[in-house]
């Protein structure tokens, strides 16, 4: 069922007009479902549907803006809307907006010619000339793309390293045209975001392998595949492009889940950079960040020697518990032991 923005609470796509400077003063409360329904016929672009409020200026700019993220075709509605956004003078304002919402080019082209064509989410090159494949233009594409990418995710259409760089650009994409998440096949918007590899998940991935036939060889060729990537040995495209060789040798590919839901399930690597940041270890023990920040530098200062209170304060000041770590790894004996010292004080006071 079509709708409008009087029946989306979000308003993603304000977020993003505004980032680019080009809400105008004037679009203060919206018109709400409750007020929409007070309005009579004439007072909507699609005077049929009742959608597309167009009896004041605020109205009738929200009812072009947000027809154009939400990706909506034009209609017969599209003329009344253009001339009431011309009788109110704000047809400047309506096409900055619309101009801020247009997702830039995957590719890095001009503005102007992503006027002219369309972004997609993956280009592969054949003999006829490049193929473009999952359209970005609008909202609706995107979310169209998105379930049509999902659905040849799951048939195994390209290979995943494919299907991951599509996720990744179409996500891009949604965020820059104020797409929210919840609108995103789920599969893509995991697919879209860097993540952890889950030890679980391989652990069972390998297990049904095991259990249609593999023989134990080509198990442990598989697990020593996940294991190089898991410890950082290899990236994550070496080690689905075996998993995806060795499924088709087996000739197990139709029994066997998509190879992306093995290794890009954990959580995402943004969430584990943010916890790395917010943690330090000292002698085997992970300590909150905020107790090293909350040492008072003049104590540190005096409390090693120079070289070691110089390698702590500038952690200190960094922010990052990584830093930390290693700054503290390479502090002689007598300065780790202060600096334990200090923080199971600083700790005990708290």
């Known amino acids: 069922m079509q709708a409008d923005f009087t029946t989306d609470d979000s308003h993603a796509f304000l977020l993003v007009v505004k980032r680019a400077d080009a809400l105008p003063d004037w679009v203060k409360e919206s018109c709400s479902k409750e007020d ?52 109110y003078g704000i047809m400047p ?28 989410a993956l280009t592969l090159e ?18 169209e793309s998105s379930l049509k990418m999902a659905a040849d995710s799951r048939e195994k ?98 029994k066997v889940a998509n190879v992306a839901t093995v290794f890009n399930t954990g959580i995402p690597q943004a969430h584990a950079d943010k916890a790395a940041r917010q943690l330090f270890k000292i002698r085997d023990t992970w300590v909150p960040f905020a107790a090293l920040e909350a040492l008072p530098k003049e104590l540190v200062a005096c409390s090693l020697t120079k070289e070691a209170a110089a390698r702590m304060l500038s952690a200190m000041s960094g922010g990052d518990g990584r830093e930390a770590t290693q700054a503290l790894s390479t502090l002689e004996a007598s300065d780790l032991d202060q600096m334990a010292r200090l923080l199971l004080h600083e700790t005990n006071a708290a």
């Open 157 to 254: 259409r390209f290979p995943v390293g494919w299907i991951r760089l599509a996720a990744r650009n179409l996500c891009k994409a949604a965020a820059s045209v104020g797409v929210t998440p919840s609108l995103i096949h789920p599969d893509i918007t995991r697919l879209g975001e860097e993540r952890l590899p889950c030890p679980e998940t391989v652990k069972a991935a390998l297990a049904e392998r095991a259990a249609i036939g593999v023989p134990e060889g080509g198990i442990e060729l598989y697990a020593k595949a996940a294991n190089d990537y898991m410890s950082g040995d290899t990236d994550l495209d070496e080690a689905e492009v075996f998993w995806e060789t060795a499924d088709n040798h087996f000739q197990i590919q139709d």
């Open 93 to 120: 304002e309506v096409t900055k907006a619309i101009e801020a919402l247009r997702p830039s080019m995957v590719d890095g082209a001009s503005k102007e010619a992503s006027e002219e064509v369309i972004p997609h």
């Open 36 to 87: 929409a329904d007070s309005l009579s016929d004439s007072s909507f672009a699609d005077c049929h549907s009742r959608l597309f409020p167009i009896h004041c200026k605020e109205a009738a700019w929200m009812s072009a803006v947000s027809s154009y993220s939400y990706g909506i075709p034009p209609g017969p509605w599209s003329d009344r809307l253009k001339a009431a956004c011309h009788a």
């Open 126 to 143: 054949s003999v006829g000339g490049n193929r473009d494949f999952y359209p970005l233009g609008n909202a609706h594409q995107i979310r």
